[in-house]
Each structure stands twice: as C-alpha cells, then as structure tokens.
C-alpha cells in the first residue's frame, strides 16, 4: 500500500502472513459399487415391492368387502412400499438422501412392528421375524461401505487432509 507521498506504508511490512484455508476432509467414493451396496439393493428391492404390492392388496380387499378401517392402514403400507423402493434406488445410484431414508424407514417399520405387537395385531413368529429383519437391515445401511458409497467417510477413506 503507498500513502499520498508514494511512500510505503510502514503497517504492510509489519503484518503476518496470512494462514491458509482449510477445507473439511472429503472421502473419496469407490469406484466400483461394493458387493454389500449391490445385495442390499436387491434385499430392499424384494422388501418394497413386497410391501408395495401387499398393501395394494390389502386396499383392493378392504374396498371389497367395504372395510373402511382398513383402508388407511393399507394405503399407509403401500406409501411405505414406495418411500422404501425410491430410496433403494437411491442406495444403489450413491445418493446420500436414500442411505438416509431407508435407515429412517427400517427404524419406522421396527417401531410399528413394536407397536403392532403390543396392541395383539400380529404376533409369534411374523414379530421376531419382521423385528429382526428391520434390525439387520437397519444396521446394513449404515454400515461402512455403503455409508463410503453414498458419500460418506466410510471405514476405509483417507480421513487426512493434504
């Protein structure tokens, strides 16, 4: 900087070198999708299909027979069927939002199947099954490799920045 005379200003000397910015660490994705990612897909894929089609079914059955308190619960089936099959597709395409969706869901179809169980709907064998299934699941999404697929730091990406 120079003053009105065209001297140097003597605070330029005097001052520090700025620091550099640093930016957070960004992981680096794999370049091929992983074996878990792919199964899992099919897995969710089987699951939300399953419950797609089941609660188009159990709404077509209560329309029948002019059930109407079964009308929201199997329309609420069918809406979980495709919230879960949109995220799957998510999981498999790397988006961040679809790991996070299906955690979500798995997380809501446990609690619901806790509730079911409480209030007598279902019971025995279907309860453990679909409590562990929803488990499993659950951990699956978010375990290591797919968390690095969608973008995540994953167990294995380079947490080091530099």
């Known amino acids: 900087m120079v003053d009105t005379n065209g001297d140097p200003v003597e605070r330029d000397t005097a001052r520090r070198p700025l620091k550099p910015h640093y930016r957070r660490a960004v992981a680096t994705r794999p370049v091929f999708r992983p074996v878990s990612v792919w199964v899992l897909s099919v897995v969710l894929l089987l699951i939300s299909l399953v419950n797609l089609l089941a609660g188009l079914a159990a709404f077509l059955d209560a329309v029948d027979h002019g059930d109407e308190d079964a009308v929201p619960l199997s329309l609420g089936r069918a809406a979980v069927g495709a919230a879960l099959l949109v995220c799957t597709i998510g999981i498999f395409v790397g988006a961040r939002w679809g790991r996070v969706g299906a955690a979500s869901l798995c997380a ?25 299934v929803n488990l499993v699941l659950g951990f699956w999404v978010v375990s290591p490799r797919v968390d690095a697929w969608t973008g995540g730091t994953g167990s294995g990406a380079d947490r080091r920045v530099g």
């Open 108 to 132: 809501l179809n446990f609690v619901a199947t806790l509730i079911s169980a409480m209030n007598g709907t279902i019971g025995g064998f279907a309860v453990i099954l679909a409590l562990s």
